[in-house]
């Protein structure tokens, strides 16, 4: 059984950068997946934010692209995430999941399952 | 802003049906595959629901069911119970963003 557990600092201060690692358990980070980032404002909805594959490709949402960097580690089987220049806008509820991702331009398949637990992130001074 | 358009909440007694809809365009809905998330309480973590449109993974009861037709899906429960109490929402790729995006989310209430 997948499973994913996150860590990292739940209070990050304005204009400095986010970083949260995802450990991942009872699945090797190299197989054949893709590994994402997403997140949830207070009271509002999901948000992709990025997702790595085992080679170290990497997709992200462009909205947040320049700010996102997003690695993963094989040989500590788990990957991580940095944002930068963090305003309070970035205050949510951060996930780590696996990225089930089949196709591009059409008829694209593309799901999360299972989650990492959550991390608030709180951008505050 | 989400690109994909839930009801932002649908109700109905213990044993009712309910349907969320999911409505979308040709550039994520109308050409790609739908996936549905059950939110049990917000900042936890979703569970998948539905995957390729109308799958339901192991372990998720037949009462729930989805479909697609052009630009929209349909999340639907049967036999609501109070346990299905939580904010669903649906998923797919956007080929003109290139992106992943998710629906506005739809908060069930059993009455």
């Known amino acids: 059984q997948v499973q994913l557990q996150q860590s990292g600092p739940g209070l990050v201060k304005p204009s400095e950068t986010l970083s949260l690692t995802c450990a991942v358990s009872?699945?090797?980070?190299?197989?054949?997946?893709?590994w994402g980032w997403i997140r949830q404002p207070p009271g509002k909805g999901l948000e992709w934010i990025g997702s790595?594959?085992?080679?170290?490709?990497?997709y992200h949402n462009p909205s947040l692209e320049r700010r996102v960097t997003i690695s993963i580690d094989t040989t500590q089987n788990q990957f991580s995430l940095k944002m930068s220049s963090l305003t309070a806008a970035d205050t949510a509820v951060y996930f780590c999941?696996?990225?089930?991702?089949?196709?591009?331009?059409?008829?694209?398949?593309?799901?999360?399952?299972?989650w990492g637990q959550g991390t608030l992130v709180n951008v505050s001074s | 802003q989400s690109v994909l358009t839930q009801p932002p909440s649908v109700s109905a007694a213990p044993g009712q049906t309910v349907t969320i809809s999911c409505s979308g365009s040709?550039?994520?809905?109308?050409?790609?595959?739908v996936f549905w998330y059950q939110q049990r309480l917000p900042g936890t973590a979703p569970k998948l629901l539905i995957?390729?449109?109308?799958n339901r993974p192991s372990g998720i009861p037949d009462r729930f069911s989805g479909s697609k037709s052009g630009t929209s899906a349909t999340l639907g429960i049967t036999g609501l119970q109070t346990g299905d109490e939580a904010d669903y929402y649906c998923?797919?790729?956007?080929?003109?963003?290139?992106?992943?995006?998710f629906g506005t989310g739809t908060k069930v209430t059993v009455l």
């Open positions: 999941a696996r990225h089930r991702w089949f196709g591009y331009d059409s008829l694209s398949r593309n799901w999360f399952d299972p």
């Open positions: 009872g699945s090797s980070i190299s197989s054949n997946y893709y």
């Open positions: 790595i594959f085992q080679s170290g490709t990497t």
């Open positions: 040709t550039s994520n809905i109308g050409n790609n595959y």
């Open positions: 995957y390729d449109n109308n």
């Open positions: 998923g797919t790729w956007d080929t003109s963003l290139s992106s992943h995006i």
